[in-house]
């Protein structure tokens, strides 16, 4: 059985287009592999709670009283959704041209010493190792403006992609899809465009990854068979 995490950070519980392409993913998923298990994670409804000295000196402690255990409780619960998940659907927009402040705390309640990376100054100038690997990340956005993309009107201005995926590696991701709706804000028809071109990104990216995880004969197996 493969697991999905979605995460949904959204501020807006209607008429979210993250959400929507989440749905969307989810709904093409569970149609093909419905003995899938998927675990939710709303942090746009429920975001969790930004880091403090006291947090860090309790991620930190080599051992931990009881309300040190406590104020990591939640960290901890987010950490086990990470490793048990193969695939992280991530579903977010960009607010002031990054994430929503709830995600971003949820990076910080999740990335944590000798839980999801390990930091040894023996290994030189790159001390930090992720605990995790082999992990898929969808990250499915939507902006309100557009021309984000090299040569575009907003080049250089996505602080939301690059950094979902540089802090991804220390989730363990390896493989990193996203599929992105633009022009929210314009409602025009470059906006209808992209919705639709977003959403019928959706079916093909399921079936890519679905494909990948169906065991392949082994070759001998492939040639008793194709003698048959
Ligand atoms: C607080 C806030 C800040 C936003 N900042 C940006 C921004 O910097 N750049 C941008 O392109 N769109 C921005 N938007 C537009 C959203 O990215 C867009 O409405 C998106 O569709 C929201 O996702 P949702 O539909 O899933 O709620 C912002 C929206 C909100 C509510």
């Known amino acids: 059985m493969t697991k999905l995490l979605r995460i949904d950070a959204s501020a807006r519980t209607s008429r979210s287009l993250t959400r929507a392409l989440a749905d969307s993913f989810t709904l093409g998923w569970h149609e093909r592999r419905p003995e899938d298990e998927i675990i939710l994670r709303d942090v746009g409804r429920n975001?969790?709670?930004?880091v403090t000295e006291n947090w860090i000196a309790a991620a930190f402690a080599k051992e931990r009283t009881p309300?040190?255990?406590q104020l990591l409780a939640l960290s901890d619960e987010l950490i086990a959704e990470v490793a048990s998940?193969?695939?992280i659907v991530m579903a977010t927009p960009m607010y002031n041209y990054g994430m929503p402040a709830a995600l971003k705390a949820w990076f910080d309640q999740v990335v944590r010493v000798d839980k999801t990376f390990t930091f040894d100054l023996a290994r030189g100038d790159a001390p930090l190792e992720p605990v995790f690997w082999g992990k898929t990340l969808i990250l499915l956005t939507s902006f309100g403006e557009f021309g984000f993309a090299p040569g575009g009107p907003n080049e250089g201005r996505d602080s939301l992609t690059p950094h979902v995926r540089t802090a991804s590696r220390y989730l363990g991701v390896e493989a990193f899809h996203h599929v992105g709706i633009e022009y929210q804000e314009f409602g025009d028809e470059r906006f209808e465009a992209s919705?639709?071109?977003?959403?019928?990104?959706?079916a093909p990216l399921v079936d890519t990854l679905v494909n990948a995880l169906a065991p392949r004969p082994a070759p001998d197996a492939a040639e008793a068979l194709a003698g048959l």
């Open 195 to 202: 919705h639709k071109a977003a959403f019928a990104a959706l």
């Open 47 to 50: 975001p969790p709670p930004i």
């Open 85 to 87: 998940a193969d695939i």
């Open 67 to 69: 309300d040190q255990e």
